[in-house]
């Protein structure tokens, strides 16, 4: 069953989500993702080490975005707003207590200076006008009583990445997202299922890069083989060269 006095609740207190679209972090061209998706992908990845909830996922998108369409910000201290965004969202949403996230590079030099991650952090929460209490497409899910195992948090990360879906509002993702699940509680309007259509395309799209990259990967592997096997082959007989001179 629906929680209608929820759902109520949580479109009264639901922000609607505001886009520059002249903000170049937004613009995509035929050949690759656009910044912000490529940032919000780095930050999933990041996420995976942590057994955090989905919401604290959503949260830091929420806060990346109204970011990127409050502040200026140059490409070297993306990850920066990435990581800090993240961090802000485990210290409101988890129980545990959480220190800042850092970053290091591969000789574990620290990335950023400490005072640059302080005035991220307020830069932030300025944006967010000290506000994290923010609704999300799962808070959605629960009170229309969809589970949010393991598949559905799937395709909310998978929205997450990609803004041409995520534009929408949450309300409507969480819709889409019952419609791509084959719940039929409800009659979704046409715009819904253009929504949950769109969604449907993009995997469909995103499966089949990553079938050609693995298969591309594979045919690379197969192409090395032969030569790794030639250096192998004329090593030993180098050596069974010397072993003769030798005992000559």
């Not at 639901?14 to 903000?23: A, E, R």
């Not at 969202?89 to 988890?94: H, L, M, Q, T």
Request: proline share 2%.
């Amino acid at each position: 069953m629906f929680s209608f006095a929820e759902i109520r609740d949580l479109l009264t207190r639901d922000k609607s989500k505001t886009f520059n679209k002249h903000n170049p972090f937004y613009k995509y061209d035929s050949s690759s993702p656009c910044r912000r998706d490529i940032l919000i992908q780095w930050i999933v990845a990041q996420s995976s080490q942590f057994k955090h909830s989905i919401k604290t996922l959503e949260l830091a998108v929420l806060i990346i975005d109204t970011y990127l369409n409050y502040f200026n910000i140059t490409i070297e201290y993306l990850q920066l707003l990435g990581i800090s965004a993240y961090s802000i969202a485990s210290k409101f949403n988890e129980t545990e207590i959480m220190s800042q996230i850092k970053l290091y590079n591969q000789e574990s030099q620290p990335l950023y200076k400490d005072e640059e991650y302080d005035e991220m952090e307020e830069q932030i929460l300025k944006a967010m006008s000290y506000q994290l209490n923010l609704i999300t497409t799962s808070d959605f899910l629960v009170a229309m009583n969809v589970e949010v195992d393991e598949n559905v948090q799937n395709l909310l990360m998978f929205i997450l990445i990609d803004f041409e879906i995520y534009r929408y509002s949450h309300f409507e993702l969480a819709l889409a997202i019952m419609h791509y699940q084959n719940d039929t509680r409800v009659d979704f309007s046409q715009k819904i299922l253009n929504v949950s259509q769109l969604i449907h395309k993009k995997l469909i799209k995103a499966q089949e890069i990553q079938s050609e990259k693995i298969e591309q990967e594979d045919t690379k592997s197969m192409e090395r083989s032969p030569l790794i096997h030639k250096k192998i082959s004329k090593k030993k007989e180098s050596q069974k060269q010397r072993l003769m001179q030798q005992q000559n």
